[in-house]
Each structure stands twice: as C-alpha cells, then as structure tokens.
C-alpha cells in the first residue's frame, strides 16, 4: 500500500499560526508533533511494507523532504511537486501515474496531511475493508461517524450495505443547520473525510472516462518528469493547462464504483480555532490553554501562547492566540472569519499573512529581531553541514557575529573560518557564501544595512537547493 499525503494547503483558518510559507500542517498544533509527521506515521504504520508519496508545491519542498526523512526513515516513494495548484484529482492522478509505473494495481491510500485522528487501531480496521473492496476495483472513500449536526463538512449518503461498507448513495454538499440536523438523526449520512483508497489503475480508468482532458494534461506532465534533488519535477506547461477540479467532483460523484467505509476514529480537519478547541483536552471551565496562560474568570476559551504571557480576566468563547509579531483575539463562534483578517493584512501590504517571524529555509531558519530606517538585524540558524547560495547582494552590506558554533565564510577570493566571537563583513556587491562545517547548530547574529533590505535582492550563482 502507498500512502499518498497531500500537501498543498495553506492553512489560513488557523492564522496567525499558521501562515502560506509554513501552514498548519507543519506544525505541532495538537501533540508534540506536527498534523504531517502524524499523517506520515499513520501511513506508515497500516503495515511493514507501507511506503509515502508526498504531492506538495515549490514553497513546501524542503520542509516536506525534512519532516519525511525525520519521519519515514527511508520508506519513501518520493515527493512530487506541482507546479501550479490544480485541487485534488490532478495531484492524485500524478501519484497514480507514479505507482503506475511499477505496479499498476498498488493500493493508493489518500490522505490530506493536516487532519486529526486519534484512534490509529479504527483506522487501520476502517482500513482493512476498505482494501478488500478496492481491491476489487471499487473507489473507496472514509465518512466519518457524525457526532454533531456539523454545518461546515460535505456530507456522504450511504447506499446498500456490501460486506463492511455502502455504496454511495450521493454526495452532499455542505448543509444549514436544520438539514445537517436532519441528516444526523437518520443515521445514513457521513462527513465527507477527503480520504480515499483505491488501486492506482481504477483510479486512471475512471478519470479517463469521466474526465480525459485532465487525464491527458496529467500524462503528459508526467512524461515530461525530471528529478531534482529528492523531488520529481513534472512539465510545468503541461500541468498548468490541466483542468482544476476536486477528486469528487471529478471521479467519486460520476462513478458508478464509489463504496464509503464508515469511520469513527477521533477524526477533525482542525479546520478553524474553535474546531481545535472541540478536540483538545479542556480544564473544568471549558478552556483549552496552551503556553504561558494565566487565567480568572474565563470559560469557554481557547488561548495559546507562543512566548509571551497572556493574562485573560472575565471573558466568556473566545480566542486569543499570541505569536512573535500578532495577536488575534476573536469571538470562538466566528473563528471562521479569520480569512477576512487575512484578507485585509494582504490589502494593506504586509507580510504576516505569508511569513512567521521565523523563517524556515533549506539550510535553516532566520528570525527577525529588529528593524529600523536602512537597518535590520536577523539571527540566523544554519543546520551542520548545510550551506547557503554563493551569492550577492546590490542594495545592502552585511555584518556577521558568530554566537555559537563555527562557521566557514567565502568572501570575494577569500575563506575565512570564525568562531563563537568573532565577525566579519560583506561589502555591497561582494559575492559570499556562509557554510556550517561543524556538528551543531551555528548560530550568528546579522545587521544589514544599505537602501533596500528585501528578500529579493539576492543574486544566486552556485545553490545546494536548486533554487533560483
């Protein structure tokens, strides 16, 4: 079985934690680890052969190749990078393309890589039948045993029973109140989950037959594949005219094959801040609270903290939730409407919606500390043995600390090897390099100066990474 994780969302109903360059599913939001190494684990633990696939994008590469290595310990199939997002059924077709090519009946298991499950032996049962009728050559997909007249969810209505599992009757979309109230208390309706599993082959048959061009765009975006690094790279051109469409409404509402498994296994997308409140452990005044939290007086409320001290006096549902550079403080019935916040940052030119304070990078991460008119300090952690670009800057001139660790700078013609106290300074239009020899993290302290301080004013010559 080859688990296939999705890994493309952005993740913004749970902003400000997470945001476009690190969203949700990188982060640890409900256990020490993060919603992907959970997805990884559970993919790899249905059974000893189980390998990973991971679809992810260009932003994403290099900390979805961390975490599977962390994770998966070289039970991996490879990650594919789109291109350009084009939904569900594109991304699965390539993963089916790929398992194609050594075996074209190998079982896809689909799943997104920032949703919950808490109970890992009723997936693995859920699992079981639902193999055996993909195996057959049924298109499987999980609905989850509602618990509540959820409004936000698609719902799946069962059909005739088939040995563990229904056939689908119809899919649903998202209800009001009333008929998702309705829908719970006849007890043939489903959340629909996004999981699926199906044999690689099926899948390609069915999305020839129900949508060809998509199909057509997929093959040959495949066929034009190159390897990069740990990535496969598919034809962008091919790619970007491929139809944009979700497997259900590509495949799973127009094939006459499509069986549902029930699952009821501690299952959330963790889709809003109040959904991650419902799932988490609550105190005996209904609050989850995360962080340095003082509270008196407060029920009902999900509070986080990422540092600093949040004291929370007399308030009744709510959200707050404290990062480097934001604090957001919502009522917990309108969480949902945190995009229009995300919206309005973005208006306004600002970059919070995009990137945390920290910044993750191939090599390592940087942190902003300061900021003032044709200065900025950062403090920059590089991984042992990683490097950055060969590189140039021709707006800004930097200067370099060395706090912990060692560190190798090229500089114009020069090498030089610093230590902890000791520094060095790049010149505007100077080409350098910074490389971490050593076995531990290196830590240094950067003020740049100069007219403009952008990301962007960087000219790359020579990249470990393939970056542009």
């Not at 090498?415 to 830590?443: K, W």
């Amino acid at each position: 079985m080859l688990a296939v994780i999705l890994s493309g969302g952005s993740g913004t109903r749970l902003w400000p934690l997470s945001r476009e360059a690190y969203p949700k599913q990188f982060l640890p939001v409900v256990s020490d680890d993060s919603l992907l190494a959970e997805t990884i684990d559970r993919g790899l633990a249905l059974d000893e052969t189980a390998r990973v696939l991971a679809i992810t994008n260009e932003d994403h590469r290099f900390v979805v190749a961390a975490q599977l290595q962390a994770q998966a310990k070289g039970r991996t199939a490879g990650i594919i990078l789109e291109p350009v997002g084009r939904n569900t059924a594109p991304a699965i077709a390539l993963a089916a393309l790929a398992a194609a090519e050594e075996n074209p009946e190998e079982l896809l298991l689909v799943m997104p890589s920032d949703h919950v499950l808490r109970d890992l032996a009723a997936f693995r049962a859920a699992v079981a039948v639902g193999a055996a009728a993909a195996n057959s050559g049924k298109l499987v997909t999980f609905g989850i045993v509602p618990n509540a007249p959820h409004t936000g969810y698609g719902y799946i209505k069962a059909g005739a029973e088939l040995g563990g599992c229904n056939e689908v009757a119809a899919f649903v979309e998202k209800p009001d109140e009333a008929t998702a109230q309705r829908y719970l208390d006849e007890g043939d309706y489903f959340w629909n989950s996004g999981m699926f599993l199906f044999r690689a082959d099926r899948y390609l048959e069915e999305l020839q037959a129900h949508n060809p061009a998509m199909l057509d765009a997929c093959r040959a975006a495949w066929g034009e594949k190159q390897a990069d690094l740990d990535f496969v790279r598919v034809g962008r051109k091919a790619f970007e005219d491929c139809p944009d469409d979700s497997i259900d409404y590509a495949v799973m509402e127009k094939t006459r094959d499509a069986v549902v498994v029930p699952l009821d296994a501690g299952w959330s997308d963790v889709g809003s801040w109040s959904a991650l409140w419902e799932i988490q452990p609550q105190d005996e005044h209904g609050n989850v609270c995360r962080g340095d939290v003082i509270t008196e007086d407060v029920t009902g409320s999900y509070i986080h903290s990422e540092g600093r001290l949040i004291a929370a006096l007399g308030i009744s549902d709510h959200v707050i939730v404290e990062t480097d550079d934001v604090v957001l403080v919502a009522d917990r019935s309108r969480v949902q409407e945190v995009k229009k916040l995300v919206a309005k940052v973005k208006e306004r030119g600002r970059m919070e919606h995009r990137f945390h304070k920290k910044v993750h990078r191939p090599w390592g991460t940087y942190e902003g500390i300061a900021m003032g008119e044709r200065f900025q300090v950062k403090r920059i952690t590089v991984n042992p043995g990683a490097s950055l670009s060969l590189q140039k800057h021709h707006h800004r001139a930097e200067h370099w600390v060395v706090v912990k660790g060692t560190a190798t700078v090229n500089r114009g013609e020069e090498t030089l090897l610093l230590t902890e106290d000791q520094s060095t300074y790049i010149p505007l239009g100077v080409t350098h390099r910074l490389v971490n020899p050593g076995v531990i993290p290196l830590e240094l302290i950067e003020v740049q100066t100069g007219s403009y301080l952008g990301e962007d004013d960087i000219v790359r010559f020579e990249d470990t990474y393939n970056r542009v």
